[in-house]
């Protein structure tokens, strides 16, 4: 095949190590840099003046000189078809369901209107830099295909499912233990492992399966190599005392998972802020992934998830936009509310910290880092072009700013999808400004 290779001038910055070990040596910084991108995938990054005469005369050439590149965010758990849920008022989680998310999600039915929000949410997810997301559809299959059609019309790496519900639920909503496995295969079947994409095994929560249907996705997450898990765990007062009632025999929420084969490296939990010690030693033994939604834990008024203490357990953390709990498709918002919620818990989480969780982090809490996350050579060159200078409160910052650590949390603090110059996917221009 004809080499295909690309040179991006612009400031480069991405993750190089782990900061929560490391501190701010694992931030990779270029300025005058050049992130170098062959069919696809990552050539090579460096100073400017590395670039030998040959490869300057044979690479196309685009400048990005004044903006900063970084790898494409992560968004480990939200909503597609909660689109239009975004900024609904004045309730908690279950009566929020049942007011706003149930009928918007009872929509997907149509797969007309499917294929019309997934495209736009596909397009928003990129607008805000993010690259990868770990998204709910509906219980319907056809929400399924929308969503996985879409990310594919762009090559995107995409990680969805077909949520299960059978019971507690709407009757158009509801499937049943056999219908929500036999589906769910199917679509694994059709999908897993097709371009980019990655089939998600999703019982909604505890309380809207039976048992029956826990232990169906169990065995749909256990017996098909490579398929993830995602759920919610632990996000709401009201909800923790249900799930007790509806369980008896549980230690605890997460128990009722664990009980099912349903927690380990590929299983990611949305919210997971009323766990004990006891669980949080059962995530860590298993490698679970907690997923941090700091917009939607405080929109929804569920709670403050710590992220240090988590961290000093041991489990594997990921952050989420939670999108249409979460009030914003930005993980510039989200950091920023992860770090004011990180201080509410009296810890501090760094600079470097909240950007490797948004990249890297999240990559390896996803078992994805080895092809995406950060710009070592051969991974797949999913990356943003941000410009730190899109408003006037954020310019007059980063003026200030003596320090690369000091700019990115001023982008993270103050940015939002007006930064985004542009987003590529495998080295394909998806969103230009
Ligand atoms: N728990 C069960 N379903 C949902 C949902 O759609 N959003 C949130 N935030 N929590 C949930
Ligand atoms: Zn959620």
Same mark, same amino acid.
């Given at each position: 095949?004809?080499?295909?290779?690309?040179?991006? %001038? $612009? =400031? !480069?910055?991405?993750?190089?190590? *782990?900061?929560?070990?490391?501190?701010?040596?694992? +931030?990779?910084?270029?300025?005058?840099?050049?992130?170098?991108?062959?069919?696809?995938?990552?050539?090579?990054?460096?100073?400017?003046?590395?670039?030998?005469?040959?490869?300057?005369?044979?690479?196309?050439?685009?400048?990005?000189?004044?903006?900063?590149?970084?790898?494409?965010?992560?968004?480990?758990?939200?909503?597609?078809?909660?689109?239009?849920?975004?900024?609904?008022?004045?309730?908690?989680?279950?009566?929020?369901?049942?007011?706003?998310?149930?009928?918007?999600?009872?929509?997907?039915?149509?797969?007309?209107?499917?294929?019309?929000?997934?495209?736009?949410?596909?397009?928003?997810?990129?607008?805000?830099?993010?690259?990868?997301?770990?998204? %709910? $559809? =509906? !219980?319907?299959?056809?929400?399924? *295909?929308?969503?996985?059609?879409?990310?594919?019309? +762009?090559?995107?790496?995409?990680?969805?499912?077909?949520?299960?519900?059978?019971?507690?639920?709407?009757?158009?909503?509801?499937?049943?233990?056999?219908?929500?496995?036999?589906?769910?295969?199917?679509?694994?079947?059709?999908?897993?492992?097709?371009?980019?994409?990655?089939?998600?095994?999703?019982?909604?929560?505890?309380?809207?399966?039976?048992?029956?249907?826990?232990?169906?996705?169990?065995?749909?997450?256990?017996?098909?190599?490579?398929?993830?898990?995602?759920?919610?765990?632990?996000?709401?007062?009201?909800?923790?005392?249900?799930?007790?009632?509806?369980?008896?025999?549980?230690?605890?929420?997460?128990?009722?998972?664990?009980?099912?084969?349903?927690?380990?490296?590929?299983?990611?939990?949305?919210?997971?802020?009323?766990?004990?010690?006891?669980?949080?030693?059962?995530?860590?033994?298993?490698?679970?992934?907690?997923?941090?939604?700091?917009?939607?834990?405080?929109?929804?008024?569920?709670?403050?998830?710590?992220?240090?203490?988590?961290?000093?357990?041991?489990?594997?953390?990921?952050?989420?936009?939670?999108?249409?709990?979460?009030?914003?498709?930005?993980?510039?918002?989200?950091?920023?509310?992860?770090?004011?919620?990180?201080?509410?818990?009296?810890?501090?989480?760094?600079?470097?910290?909240?950007?490797?969780?948004?990249?890297?982090?999240?990559?390896?809490?996803?078992?994805?880092?080895?092809?995406?996350?950060?710009?070592?050579?051969?991974?797949?060159?999913?990356?943003?072009?941000?410009?730190?200078?899109?408003?006037?409160?954020?310019?007059?910052?980063?003026?200030?700013?003596?320090?690369?650590?000091?700019?990115?949390?001023?982008?993270?603090?103050?940015?939002?999808?007006?930064?985004?110059?542009?987003?590529?996917?495998?080295?394909?221009?998806?969103?230009?400004?």
């Amino acid at each position: 095949m004809k080499q295909q290779s690309t040179i991006y %001038f $612009a =400031t !480069v910055v991405h993750c190089t190590g *782990d900061p929560w070990a490391s501190g701010t040596s694992a +931030v990779e910084v270029l300025k005058d840099g050049y992130l170098k991108v062959t069919n696809g995938l990552v050539d090579s990054v460096g100073a400017e003046s590395d670039l030998t005469a040959d490869e300057l005369q044979h690479c196309t050439q685009v400048d990005h000189r004044g903006y900063t590149i970084t790898p494409g965010f992560i968004d480990g758990h939200l909503h597609y078809p909660q689109t239009s849920v975004i900024a609904s008022y004045g309730t908690q989680l279950l009566e929020w369901l049942e007011k706003y998310t149930f009928p918007a999600e009872a929509k997907f039915s149509d797969e007309a209107h499917a294929k019309v929000v997934a495209e736009f949410f596909i397009k928003e997810l990129l607008r805000n830099g993010t690259t990868t997301g770990f998204v %709910f $559809a =509906t !219980v319907h299959r056809q929400s399924v *295909d929308a969503i996985f059609n879409a990310a594919k019309n +762009v090559n995107m790496r995409l990680g969805s499912g077909k949520v299960m519900m059978d019971r507690n639920c709407p009757e158009n909503l509801c499937d049943t233990a056999a219908t929500g496995y036999e589906e769910s295969q199917e679509l694994i079947d059709k999908w897993h492992g097709k371009d980019r994409l990655m089939y998600v095994v999703t019982p909604r929560f505890a309380p809207t399966s039976t048992e029956a249907q826990l232990e169906f996705s169990g065995k749909l997450f256990n017996d098909n190599d490579g398929v993830y898990l995602q759920s919610h765990v632990a996000e709401n007062k009201a909800e923790m005392q249900w799930v007790a009632e509806l369980f008896p025999w549980s230690r605890s929420y997460l128990d009722v998972y664990d009980r099912y084969g349903l927690l380990g490296q590929r299983a990611v939990y949305g919210h997971c802020i009323y766990l004990d010690d006891g669980d949080l030693k059962r995530m860590s033994d298993t490698g679970t992934v907690a997923a941090f939604c700091p917009t939607s834990n405080l929109f929804l008024g569920s709670g403050l998830f710590d992220i240090v203490s988590a961290r000093d357990h041991n489990v594997r953390t990921v952050m989420a936009s939670d999108v249409g709990g979460g009030t914003s498709f930005s993980m510039l918002r989200t950091a920023d509310e992860a770090y004011k919620v990180t201080q509410m818990a009296g810890n501090t989480i760094t600079p470097a910290q909240l950007f490797y969780e948004l990249t890297l982090g999240g990559a390896q809490a996803l078992s994805i880092d080895n092809m995406v996350g950060d710009f070592v050579p051969g991974k797949e060159a999913d990356f943003v072009v941000h410009d730190l200078h899109a408003t006037e409160v954020l310019s007059q910052r980063v003026e200030h700013a003596v320090t690369i650590e000091e700019e990115l949390f001023a982008l993270i603090i103050l940015g939002d999808d007006r930064c985004t110059v542009a987003t590529y996917l495998m080295g394909e221009k998806v969103y230009p400004r």
